[in-house]
Structure formats: structure tokens, C-alpha cells
């Protein structure tokens, strides 16, 4: 958001790596479970191709028919959708390398059912050995379960078991330290939880990247504080504590036989992330390309109708409450535009250029945050990314509803279920955020794979809508 002059200080974006070098953060472990997944996906493709290559050697003594890769190349596709959909490549299969096998098992078997019944379906006339077929599904079994055991104990050995980055904040409280995890004393790296200090976020933000658990050791006095904090934190959050009622515990865990409240977890598994982000690149890439020439020619419009740049960067809060630069196509006059968005738009604002105006109310401003999408600091479909001197009548944000922090759990969107139900625009009252702030809390709640298409598509009916000004 734009604005004019407001009496908030302009906020200092602290630099990422300092800040994690400053706080010990614990290296990332998801690249490597994405690394172990592909290799026990690999693996598990190989060992069908090859049951199905030896099950016709078996019978025919050769590999001249086509019939044994057509089979083969049929059930891996099939077989992988299952697997990944049954959850035999998830952090479970890789602590458990027998859980790991059955699902990989349970999988192969609907693979086969559907592969045996697709054939049949369509009638496919094909003089198939029922030998060379029974050989084939009889040694994929055999493989894929024999792999994944094998290659289990070895990747589970090789790793100690470790395959997820814990964190521990202490803070005014004792805690027992499982090996290979983190501990952060949140006095010494002068983290506080204050949820209405937009700085202190981007700190704890620093601290978490990568994590995939965190579990704060407090006092009784904190752990409602702390519990605020980590509900926008975009993974599983924990708080060692004995009261349920007061931070809203949604499960029970524990650290070293310690009881642990589980408040916050990341709305999104692996499989859901991998889904969105490939529906992003699959909307944002084409979209850029097609829309290059209207990019260029608003472009040129701009620099004819006022000086300045052709973009306007703005830090806005995303995913963890982290910040980050938005891009825009500049709307308003270079001297009335600020960093902090404390003033909404108003109609007939004179801060608008004449080319801003018609950006404005046709969306065409918001097409350069396909290339937030791109860099992955933004998603198509999400709650919208607002800035820190956003205010509803005379409060900031925050200070409207302190749940307003948790709808940072997903990345930040171009479009949102609230933008399809018409509430966008300045916020004047209170009721305009809170409304908001209900339908982005129902969608992190929600998400699915169709609803974000559902969605994308809604958005077409509103691009031009009155209260753009």
C-alpha cells in the first residue's frame, strides 16, 4: 500500500543472515528429506522396471517383446501417485523403514488392481504369459519391500535418526535437550515475545527458517505470549508448559519424557507445499509470458506520464511474519509515496497519477507480484500482504485482532478468498479488517488444491471492481 507521511517510524529490515548467524539457527533439513524421497522414489521405479524385466526372462529367456516395458512403464506412474499419496515417502517412512515398506507395499498392491483393471477396461488384447505377469508382480513385491527395508536401515544408521531440524527456546525455564537439537537461549540473542513488535517477529522468523519443529521452554507468565507468536510461524510449534486452556493447544507431544502443548503446526504438508508451489509456476510462468507486451507497454506509460520508477517496492509481511519486498507498477507521484502504508488510498486521491488511477482499478498494478510469485515469496492464491503501518480506523492491524499474526502461515497471495468476496480496498473501520482476517483464517484452515483453482478462476469476475481507487 502507498501512502502519504504518517507518524510511524519507517521499519529497519534486518539482514537475514546476520540475524541467523547472530542466533545459531540449526541447518535446514527439508532439502535433504527431498533428496531422500527422490532416492527412495528412484529406487523403488527400478526395482519394478526390473521385476517386469526379469519376470519376461523368466518366461521367454529374452527381452525381444515390447509387452514387458509397456507393463512396466504403466504401473511405475501409477504405482509412484499412490505411494506419494499414501504417505510412503514421509518423514515417517524414513524413521520407521518398516512403516516405510508397508506403505510402499500398500501402494504396489492398489497399483497392480488398478493396472489389471485398466487393462481390462479397455479391452486391451494383448497374448500376456500369465507366468511372465505373475513372475513380474511376485519380484516387485519382493524388491521393493526387500529395498526399502535395506535402504531404511542404512539411510536410518547413516543419520542417527535425525531427519527433521528441532529448535529449543529457552526462556526463564529448565528443559532437557534431546542430541541434535538446537537450543537457543531467547535471553542472550535478546528475542522477547512481543506480537505487537514487528522487528522481534522478523528475528524469531530468522531463527525458525528451516526448522521444521520449535518448542519454547517458558515461564507460566510467557507462554500465552509465546503461543501468539508461533501460530503465524509456519511450522510446528510447541510449548513446554501445563496449561492447555491458556494458549489453545490443538495436541500433546513431548520432548525427553517432558510434556509438551502443541499450538501451532504449518497448515501445508510436503505433499500439499509441492502441489501449490507447482500450481504457482504452472499460472506464473505462462502468465508472464504472455502478458510481457501489456508489462512493457505500462511500463512506458508510466515513465511518459511522471518521473520516477516504473516499480514500487514496499516491505510487506509474509510467510512467518518474515518481511519482504512486494512489486508493484507504480501508481502514485514518487514525491507523495512512503514505506510504512499507514494512509489507504482514498478516492480521488491527488497522490494518484493519471496512469495510476486506471492501474489501480483494472488490478494491472498487482501483474509485477508474478515475479514475487516466481522468486517464491509470494503464491497466487493467499492472504494478501499488507504493511506494517497498515492501519482500521485509528489501530494498527495488529492491534485490531491478535490473531491477526497467524494468517502469516502461508505465503502471502495476489488474490485471496477475501479479494472474491469483494472485501478489498481501504480499510476505514475496524469490521473491514476483522472481515477479512475471518475469511483468510477460514482459507489457511481449508486449503485445498481445488479451492485454489476455484479461486484463481472467482478472481476473473472482480479484476475491475468499484472500491479501486
Request: include cysteine; aromatic fraction near 8%; charged fraction near 20%.
Amino acid at each position: 500500500m502507498q501512502g502519504g507521511m504518517g507518524t510511524l517510524v519507517e521499519p529497519v529490515l534486518e539482514d537475514n543472515d546476520s540475524v541467523r548467524r547472530s542466533v545459531r539457527a540449526a541447518p535446514s533439513r527439508y532439502i535433504l528429506r527431498v533428496q531422500l524421497y527422490a532416492l527412495l522414489a528412484l529406487l523403488d521405479m527400478l526395482c519394478i522396471a526390473a521385476s517386469f524385466a526379469v519376470g519376461w526372462l523368466v518366461r521367454f529367456g529374452d527381452l525381444d517383446q515390447q509387452v514387458w516395458f509397456d507393463f512396466g512403464m504403466a504401473m511405475v506412474p501409477l504405482y509412484m501417485g499412490l505411494a506419494f499419496n499414501g504417505g510412503a515417502y514421509s518423514v515417517d517412512a524414513l524413521k520407521s523403514p518398516t512403516t516405510g515398506a508397508a506403505r510402499a507395499l500398500g501402494a504396489l498392491v492398489l497399483a497392480v488392481g488398478l493396472l489389471l483393471f485398466i487393462a481390462y477396461f479397455l479391452k486391451v488384447d494383448l497374448r500376456i504369459s500369465r507366468l511372465a505377469m505373475g513372475s513380474a508382480i511376485l519380484l516387485s513385491f519382493v524388491t521393493v519391500a526387500t529395498m526399502r527395508k535395506v535402504a531404511g536401515e542404512i539411510i536410518c544408521r547413516r543419520l542417527d535418526g535425525r531427519f527433521v531440524t528441532e529448535v529449543v527456546i529457552g526462556d526463564g525455564a529448565p528443559a532437557r535437550i534431546p542430541h541434535g537439537t538446537t537450543y537457543v537461549d531467547a535471553g542472550e540473542v535478546g528475542i522477547v515475545p512481543d506480537a505487537r513488535n514487528p522487528i522481534m517477529l522478523q528475528r524469531l522468523a530468522a531463527l525458525l527458517d528451516g526448522a521444521d519443529r520449535v518448542v519454547v521452554a517458558c515461564r507460566r507468565d510467557t507462554s500465552r505470549a509465546w503461543a501468539m507468536l508461533l501460530k503465524g510461524a509456519n511450522i510446528r510449534g510447541e510449548v513446554l508448559a501445563t496449561e492447555f486452556d491458556a494458549v489453545g493447544a490443538i495436541g500433546v507431544a513431548s520432548l525427553m519424557g517432558q510434556t509438551t502443548l502443541i499450538i501451532a503446526t504449518g497448515p501445508l504438508n510436503l505433499r500439499q507445499r509441492m502441489l501449490k508451489r507447482g500450481l504457482d509456476l504452472a499460472f506464473a510462468i505462462p502468465a508472464l509470458i504472455a502478458l510481457a507486451p501489456v508489462l512493457l507497454l505500462t511500463a512506458v506509460a508510466i515513465k511518459l506520464d511522471s518521473r520516477g520508477p516504473v516499480f514500487f517496492k514496499q516491505q510487506r509481511v509474509g510467510r512467518g511474519n518474515a518481511l519482504f519486498e512486494v512489486f508493484k507498477f507504480r501508481s502514485m507521484r514518487v514525491e507523495a509515496t512512503d514505506f510504512v502504508g499507514q494512509l489507504s488510498t482514498r478516492r480521488e486521491d491527488d497522490r494518484v497519477t493519471r496512469v495510476g488511477r486506471f492501474l489501480r482499478r483494472t488490478s494491472i498494478d498487482e501483474l509485477p507480484q508474478l515475479l514475487n510469485v516466481l522468486f517464491g515469496t509470494m503464491s497466487i492464491v493467499g492472504p494478501r500482504p499488507h504493511a506494517l503501518g497498515s492501519m482500521a480506523g485509528q489501530q494498527l492491524f495488529w492491534e485490531v485482532d491478535e490473531r491477526y499474526w497467524h494468517r502469516h502461515a502461508l505465503k502471502p497471495g495476489i488474490t485471496g478468498l477475501a479479494q472474491v468476496r469483494g472485501l478489498r480496498g481501504a480499510t476505514h473501520e475496524r469490521d473491514d479488517l476483522t472481515r477479512r482476517l475471518q475469511s483468510d483464517l477460514e482459507y489457511l484452515s481449508g486449503w485445498s488444491i481445488w479451492g485454489d483453482l476455484l479461486i484463481i478462476l472467482s478472481t476473473l469476475r472482480v479484476i475491475v471492481h468499484s472500491r479501486a481507487f
